[in-house]
């Protein structure tokens, strides 16, 4: 399948960043979501990512020009109708994921390949709500998507060897490392890295070691880019109580229970970058405070 057009379903940071990584590679992407609101958030968010990119000189104006021009903002679910891919970035729930999914069936042609990036529900259980579940696939992209290169394909039970093969060589004509993955609750990478935000946010309750040296001790003591601190202000720290709370929900397994420190920081607003504070205070550019 010689994918062209992409739909992106959910507007928030990271159908922003997969549509910037896709539409970097000269494709282009419909992105959707409910609210005009909403859509003018998303493009004010493209623009200051984008902006960030410029000022590190790693692309230029013309550059920012054609990616945001390949983009197509819309409430009209419509127009994914020429899309050979649709990618849902809502919420991680399983009925808003199945909806997205579903409502994507029902416009896209009898090829097209649906897609979710979600990174702890079941890939099998969300692909079970749609007509063609063999057509359904994970593409779990990191954040920021357009920087990282890791995106792990999952196959459901029932998701065909043509929809993965064609899903893995998108992944890899995108500049990506693409891993196959076979579903189990988290997968790789949020299977190893939640439970250690699980961890060090509890180290930081105890009073053991600051944020900062937390995460230090992982960067210099481990060669991590992030420390796990950082990482979880990055990701939401309310999206990574609810990936904690989905992995427990599966496996009953105590180290996916989220810590009381993280609930905290939640029920006070403290939600990580994206609030300007999590574990760390961030100023207008997302940059740490000192």
């Known amino acids: 399948m010689n994918i062209q057009h992409v739909g992106i379903i959910g507007a928030g940071t990271m159908g922003q960043?997969?549509?910037?990584?896709?539409?970097?590679?000269?494709?282009?992407?419909?992105?959707?979501?409910?609210?005009?609101?909403?859509l003018e958030q998303a493009r004010q968010g493209l623009e200051l990512a984008l902006d960030r990119r410029l000022t590190k000189w790693g692309i230029t104006e013309a550059e920012k020009k054609v990616i945001l021009s390949r983009i197509q903002l819309t409430t009209d679910a419509n127009e994914l109708r020429e899309c050979e891919l649709v990618i849902e970035c809502v919420w991680?729930?399983?009925?808003?994921?199945?909806?997205?999914?579903?409502?994507?069936?029902?416009?896209?042609?009898?090829?097209?390949?649906?897609a979710s990036n979600t990174s702890t529900l079941s890939l099998t259980e969300i692909a079970a709500q749609t007509e063609h579940p063999e057509r359904v696939i994970g593409l779990h992209f990191h954040?920021?998507?357009?920087?990282?290169?890791?995106?792990?394909?999952?196959?459901?039970?029932?998701?065909?060897?043509?929809?993965?093969?064609?899903?893995?060589?998108?992944?890899?004509?995108?500049?990506?490392?693409?891993?196959?993955?076979?579903?189990?609750?988290?997968?790789?990478?949020?299977?190893?890295?939640?439970?250690?935000?699980?961890?060090a946010a509890a180290i930081v309750a105890e009073g053991?070691?600051?944020?900062?040296?937390?995460?230090?001790?992982?960067?210099?003591?481990?060669?991590?880019?992030?420390?796990?601190?950082?990482?979880?202000?990055?990701?939401?720290?309310?999206?990574?109580?609810?990936?904690?709370?989905?992995?427990?929900?599966?496996?009953?397994?105590?180290?996916?229970?989220?810590?009381?420190?993280?609930r905290k920081l939640v029920r006070a607003g403290h939600l990580g970058m994206k609030a300007r504070q999590g574990f760390y205070r961030y100023d207008e550019a997302g940059e740490v405070q000192a």
């Open 17 to 38: 960043g997969i549509a910037q990584a896709i539409a970097g590679k000269g494709l282009d992407v419909v992105l959707l979501d409910q609210t005009q609101a909403e």
């Open 208 to 262: 053991v070691a600051s944020e900062r040296d937390v995460d230090t001790a992982m960067k210099v003591g481990y060669g991590f880019s992030y420390g796990p601190l950082e990482i979880a202000d990055l990701f939401g720290l309310d999206s990574v109580v609810d990936m904690l709370e989905g992995l427990y929900f599966e496996t009953a397994d105590p180290r996916y229970r989220p810590a009381a420190y993280l």
């Open 92 to 114: 991680e729930q399983l009925e808003a994921k199945s909806e997205a999914l579903q409502l994507a069936e029902r416009v896209v042609g009898p090829k097209a390949i649906l």
């Open 143 to 199: 954040y920021p998507p357009e920087r990282r290169e890791l995106v792990e394909v999952v196959r459901g039970l029932n998701t065909s060897q043509a929809t993965f093969h064609a899903a893995f060589e998108f992944v890899k004509g995108l500049g990506k490392t693409a891993i196959q993955v076979y579903e189990s609750p988290g997968y790789v990478t949020s299977r190893l890295m939640l439970p250690l935000i699980n961890e």
